[in-house]
């Protein structure tokens, strides 16, 4: 997407040029899940959480700024060469973000740099004091009833774990499905799909569900999976096959047929934002879920507008880093727009996460500096 730049600097971005980039460091921040997160329909076990690469940059005037790193560190290395001895206004400018594609390793960073400068949370730099407030569902729900395979724990794991989100503060539940598109014979696969959706729908009639394919069905077997869970209410439907016209045709045409009014959410797998603008103008998905970081924040940022006026709504992915559901509750806060946030449970000894609040199914992100995350770790 083509960044273009205003003939004239925005007030704010004045004493952003008062700041000359110094140094760019690199390094990483341990996140850990609070449990094993196991399959879905493509993907083997998740693990216990990931290392995320990081960059910090500090000014000449003692500001610092850090963010994670969007793509490999050894290009970031080549692009941050360029940045050194650059005011922070020369490639960042609050109304837009970078300026310049090139600098999107560093998107996360400048955005968070900007605010620490300028005493403003990132979501304040997008034109809201007070931010905008959505829901944030639990993106932790796997296959985990097929863990560990020598003792499988079934049903009852999966809604323990939904009992674990519960006390964290979630109201909805994403729930994965397409057990037989690997892992077991599809009949039984489709059979525990069905009974999950079900027994977590009974057991929290306070919750919402959504329910996330990962495309592990075809239009066809997923008909079956929404006929199996006839009278459960899903708040979204996610991915359920890999995205066509065609495809999607089929499926709202049936949907209509039952008088399903539930949420198509699409594009993490395969972000073709061509193909995806065009789903979302035929009116064939409702949500547009690229990852936040994979488009970058300043692409969102533009991105958002033109959605609004399509009518479509967005729910960047986040899964993996809770640092990503953190950025994503910023965009939201600044430019709403958003139906709910993909939340990522984790704690870690390298970065302060506690300003952020889920209360009662929302993320609330706080009202500090940048993205309000303190570095623990000494770089």
Same mark, same amino acid.
């Given at each position: ?25 690199? @390094?990483?921040? !341990? ?41 490999? #560190?050894? $290009? ?11 005011? *922070?206004?020369? *490639? ?25 400068? /300028? ?59 397409? #057990? ?37 069905? @075809? ?12 009278? *459960? ?8 096959? $890999? ?8 499926? !709202? ?21 061509? +193909? /995806? ?32 006026? +399509? ?9 993996? @880093? ?12 600044? +430019? ?44």
């Amino acid at each position: 997407m083509p960044l273009t730049t205003p003939l004239s600097l925005p007030f704010d971005d004045k004493e952003l040029s008062y700041h000359t980039i110094q140094s760019i460091k690199f @390094s990483s921040v !341990r996140l850990q899940y609070p449990r094993l997160v196991g399959k879905n329909a493509r993907l083997d076990l998740h693990g216990y959480g990931p290392r995320v690469e990081t960059c910090i940059i500090h000014t000449d005037k003692g500001a610092m700024g850090w963010g994670s790193l969007r793509g490999s #560190r050894r $290009h970031a290395e080549d692009v941050a060469k360029e940045l050194l001895g650059k005011k *922070v206004s020369d *490639v960042f400018q609050t109304n837009i973000g970078i300026l310049d594609a090139k600098n999107i390793p560093f998107d996360m960073a400048l955005h968070d740099i900007a605010g620490v400068i /300028l005493n403003k949370p990132v979501y304040a730099l997008l034109g809201q004091e007070t931010p905008i407030i959505t829901d944030c569902y639990s993106g932790m729900i796997y296959f985990d009833d097929l863990e560990p395979a020598h003792n499988p724990g079934g049903i009852d794991k999966i809604l323990e774990e939904c009992a674990y989100d519960y006390k964290l503060g979630y109201r909805q539940f994403k729930l994965k499905i397409g #057990r037989g598109n690997r892992w077991m014979p599809f009949k039984k696969g489709l059979q525990r799909d069905i009974e999950v959706t079900k027994k977590v729908a009974e057991a929290f009639p306070d919750c919402q569900v959504l329910v996330d394919g990962n495309n592990g069905f @075809s239009v066809e077997e997923f008909i079956q999976y929404m006929k199996g869970i006839s009278g *459960v209410r899903l708040f979204w439907i996610e991915e359920p096959f $890999h995205e066509t016209v065609v495809d999607y045709q089929k499926l !709202r045409a049936w949907l209509k047929s039952e008088g399903i009014t539930t949420l198509l959410a699409d594009g993490e797998a395969d972000w073709d934002q061509a +193909l /995806l603008r065009e789903l979302i103008e035929k009116k064939l998905i409702d949500v547009h879920l690229t990852d936040i970081e994979d488009l970058g924040f300043t692409n969102w940022r533009k991105l958002m507008p033109e959605l609004q006026k +399509l009518g479509a709504q967005t729910s960047p992915h986040a899964w993996g @880093s809770l640092l990503k559901t953190h950025y994503t509750a910023h965009l939201t806060g600044g +430019l709403g727009n958003t139906v709910t946030i993909e939340g990522v449970s984790s704690t870690s000894d390298d970065v302060d996460l506690s300003g952020y609040k889920l209360q009662n199914g929302k993320l609330i992100p706080p009202a500090t500096p940048g993205f309000g995350m303190t570095l623990l770790k000494k770089n």
